[in-house]
């Protein structure tokens, strides 16, 4: 009698091979997989709420703030469907510093994607600070920078040294962004009168994303700590708050402020030195 597997009894396998491998043992263990799944059905929910409450949003800039938020979402539905369908994970044989290396499900799509969505968080509050242009690309390409060498530190075999000196090249990049986030941009909402809820977002924003450095250096990735499955849920709860609660508090204030940011609009965006006069 041929063997069959759980996820091929249920009829979602149609394929063997790497990618069926990785799947299979995904879904093989409960709790990675609801770690997943999770945060595909908040972030659908998300969506839906977020096209309702944006129906009428007529200012530009309030558009702006929202087609941005309103992306973390998709981006983030994207890259949980993609983990969980084996597509953007795979097995490496991570270098530890006590020596020895040993091989783990290393989820690098989370790294990839965050690439995409947290620019999108940064250009909403950027937007809603009232901040220019030259700050908003500064912490936009600087947080890039970030999430691609984090991207690197997680694929890095070939040496633990050179391993965690990508992490600390992140982290060099994260510094700056962290610096926008709690001297720059704190300053321009006070002038653009954005302040309340820009210190009430910087500060869940500040806080969660200080988690994710940790959780990669506590999780598989880095010392390991953690298993695989702790990794994931660490990441996966950081991802809930800083990214479908962050939005829903943003989106709510922008919903009932719009004359607020539509003020803003004339002003800052395009010069240099934005409403400093
Ligand atoms: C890594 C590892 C290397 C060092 C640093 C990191 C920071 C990651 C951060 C991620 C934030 C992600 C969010 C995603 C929402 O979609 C790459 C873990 C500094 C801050 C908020």
Same mark, same amino acid.
């Given at each position: 009698m041929i063997e069959t597997t759980a996820a091929e009894t249920s009829g979602v396998v149609l394929s063997s091979g790497p990618q069926a491998d990785l799947f299979s043992q995904i879904a093989g263990n409960p709790s990675l997989s609801a770690s997943l799944w999770l945060n595909i059905a908040l972030a659908g929910l998300s969506i839906l709420l977020f096209i309702y409450m944006g129906?009428?949003? +007529? +200012?530009p800039r309030a558009q702006l703030i929202f087609v941005a938020t309103m992306m973390v979402p998709l981006v983030s539905i994207s890259s949980y469907t993609g983990l969980v369908s084996g597509l953007t994970v795979s097995m490496i044989s991570v270098p530890y510093p006590g020596g020895g290396s040993e091989e783990v499900l290393i989820m690098w799509g989370r790294y990839l994607t965050w690439t995409l969505s947290t620019p999108m968080i940064l250009i909403a509050l950027g937007l809603l600070a009232g901040s220019n242009l030259t700050k908003i690309f500064t912490a936009v390409v600087t947080d890039i920078g970030m999430c691609i060498t984090g991207l690197a530190a997680a694929m890095t075999t070939s040496s633990v040294l050179l391993r965690w000196f990508w992490y600390v090249i992140s982290c060099a990049f994260f510094v700056a962004v962290l610096y926008i986030l709690l001297v720059e941009w704190p300053a321009d909402a006070e002038i653009a009168g954005t302040d309340e809820i820009f210190s009430t977002l910087k500060l869940l924003t500040v806080t969660l994303w200080l988690g994710y450095p940790i959780f990669w250096a506590l999780g598989s990735e880095g010392l *390991? *700590?953690?298993t695989t499955t702790q990794t994931s849920w660490a990441y996966s709860i950081l991802d809930i708050g800083a990214k479908y609660f962050f939005a829903y508090l943003l989106l709510r204030w922008v919903t009932d402020h719009e004359g607020v940011i539509g003020n803003l609009a004339s002003g800052s965006l395009g010069s240099a030195t934005p409403a400093d006069d």
């Open positions: 129906r009428n949003i +007529d +200012d *390991a *700590a953690l």
